[in-house]
């Protein structure tokens, strides 16, 4: 039996093919800017939007409420690629790899992969508000204010993605970098470096459907949880991970002599431990909304997925 998951990634990937379809500039940033959105992503954002939606939006034959929030979905893709390309830069982790292949700057040049990620967030923003031309969805009946909805729900993905949300946890992953942080600032960082934009993209889906108030704060809850085991994942398997595995550079923090969650509370062993925690709260966030919304166990599977990945 296919996974929800797949089919919102094999969803996901045909509009995305259609979007770039209509994306042209100058080379090599036309090549550029399509080879780091195409390079094997797990697409994990744009699923949560999807998720987001199909959790609180009802359906008839005329409206399929994925098809509502696709400029949604890919705009936050394009957000979480651009974070990606700056990440991986010389300046930043000055990583070679990214999901087996090289990455943006070293295929096409430090100047030109930093112009790539700045096109990425343009364009992010254009997609999310192209919506509002399309007269068909701006008269969806299960909305009361579409064009207020859409808006909306962009804003909280523009604000998850800046300066008090994804890049103010860059902001922190920089500074912390030259001292050993305590286990909370660990956290504070991944709450806005991870939690940010996966919280950005689930409750942007359900935003776009008008949600109520204690869905979103439950949506809030299970993303900043969802993010932070997200991350102290990453972490353990930069230790015990495969290169041919991760698809990227192991041993990097160590490499860069960077403290990472592992270190601030002493061993793989208990951060494992806690991974299991802040799993066991994301998933109380949604059982106490379980009855309101639809698919709850896609979240729960969601969460364990992640506790078993390996790359």
């Not at 806690?274 to 639809?294: C, L, P, Q, R, W």
Request: glycine share 8%; charged share 25%; proline share 3%.
């Amino acid at each position: 039996m296919i996974n929800i998951f797949d089919l919102f990634k094999q969803s996901f990937d045909k509009y995305l093919d259609g979007y770039l379809k209509h994306v042209y500039s100058y080379q090599p940033l036309d090549d550029a800017y399509k080879y780091s959105i195409l390079n094997g992503g797990k697409r994990i954002r744009p699923s949560l939007v999807f998720l987001g939606a199909y959790a609180v939006a009802p359906r008839n034959e005329f409206y399929n409420p994925e098809e509502l929030v696709v400029e949604l979905a890919v705009g936050i893709e394009l957000i979480h690629s651009y974070s990606l390309v700056h990440d991986d830069l010389p300046c930043m982790d000055n990583d070679s790899l990214r999901r087996g292949k090289p990455t943006t700057h070293i295929k096409y040049g430090a100047g030109m992969a930093t112009i790539t990620g700045d096109a990425m967030l343009n364009g992010a923003a254009e997609e999310m508000l192209s919506a509002l031309d399309n007269d068909f969805y701006m008269s969806c009946p299960f909305v009361k204010d579409n064009y207020k909805a859409q808006v909306n729900a962009t804003k909280y993905i523009l604000k998850c993605s800046g300066m008090n949300g994804m890049i103010g946890g860059q902001c922190l992953d920089i500074r912390e970098n030259t001292k050993n942080p305590s286990k909370s600032d660990l956290i504070r960082m991944y709450k806005l470096k991870t939690s940010a934009l996966l919280r950005g993209a689930l409750v942007a889906g359900a935003l776009r459907f008008e949600a109520s108030e204690d869905i979103i704060n439950a949506f809030e809850k299970f993303a900043d949880n969802f993010g932070i085991l997200f991350q102290i994942q990453d972490d353990i398997l930069d230790l015990t991970s495969t290169r041919e595995e991760l698809g990227k550079d192991v041993h990097q923090d160590e490499a860069n002599d960077k403290f990472t969650y592992i270190d601030a509370v002493g061993g793989i062993d208990q951060a494992k431990l806690d991974v299991m925690s802040y799993a066991d709260e994301a998933k109380a966030a949604i059982k106490t909304i379980e009855g309101k919304i639809n698919g709850a166990e896609y979240f729960y599977e969601l969460i364990d997925n992640m506790i078993a990945r390996k790359k």
